[in-house]
């Protein structure tokens, strides 16, 4: 079974600009959750996707949004970029959402 | 807001030494699962435990979830190089439906 793949893997942007990051999760399962991962704030739970609907969702700005397409596939935006923006965007698939979370390798965001 | 804490922050220990990681939460976890980071790669899924006062066994790793579903921990007996990266644990407070990881424990061993 292919695992979870997330396109590209790395990204340099400047401030202002805007960026779609994409999440192709494992084949059979419903759920996608975006994480943020920092040095200093760790894990960051951004949200979930299930059946194409939002389902949870974190602290983060309206700048970040995301959707979800009915082969699960999943795409993150982040809108008017900001240089703490500078991040590993993590992208997990699960079969229910609260349980075992399958990573991707990420996507490493930079802003210049 | 619901927290999900863990101790230590860093660890470093001589290979043989055992080691223990500690994650405690706000709010009662329905689960809680542990996930390991090797440095430059992803979270990896080691186990889920689900009931009170849970303990389970992956080789030289021991996994215990706490009575009152608010702690768990982490134990690697005899550790090896190859347990070198950051340990993670993560739960659903509540019926909140959102996982909420700890911060992490990092773990370095010296050959």
């Known amino acids: 079974k292919a695992g979870v793949t997330q396109t590209p893997r790395y990204l340099i942007k400047t401030r202002g600009q805007q960026v779609t990051l994409s999440c192709s999760p494992i084949s059979g399962h419903r759920s996608v959750s975006w994480y943020q991962q920092t040095p200093g704030q760790g894990l960051q739970f951004l949200f979930e996707y299930f059946s194409e609907t939002q389902r949870n969702k974190g602290n983060f700005p309206g700048r970040f949004s995301g959707r979800q397409f009915s082969n699960s596939r999943s795409e993150m935006n982040v809108s008017t970029l900001e240089l703490g923006d500078s991040a590993l965007y993590l992208c997990?698939?699960?079969?229910?959402?609260?349980?075992?979370?399958?990573f991707g390798d990420g996507t490493r965001l930079s802003i210049l | 807001g619901q927290q999900v804490m863990q101790i230590p922050q860093y660890q470093h220990v001589q290979e043989g030494e055992d080691f223990t990681t500690y994650c405690n939460s706000s709010t009662t976890l329905s689960n809680i699962q542990w996930y390991k980071q090797r440095p430059g790669g992803h979270p990896v899924f080691l186990i889920q435990l689900v009931k009170s006062g849970e303990v389970k066994k992956q080789k030289r790793l021991t996994f215990q979830f706490g009575e009152a579903k608010k702690n768990s921990s982490l134990h690697i007996t005899a550790t090896q190089t190859t347990d070198v990266g950051t340990y993670f644990c993560?739960?659903?407070?509540?019926?909140?439906?959102?996982?909420?990881f700890g911060q992490g424990t990092t773990l370095q061993v010296k050959p």
């Open positions: 997990a698939s699960s079969s229910d959402g609260l349980g075992a979370q399958h």
């Open positions: 993560a739960g659903p407070p509540g019926n909140t439906g959102k996982l909420i």
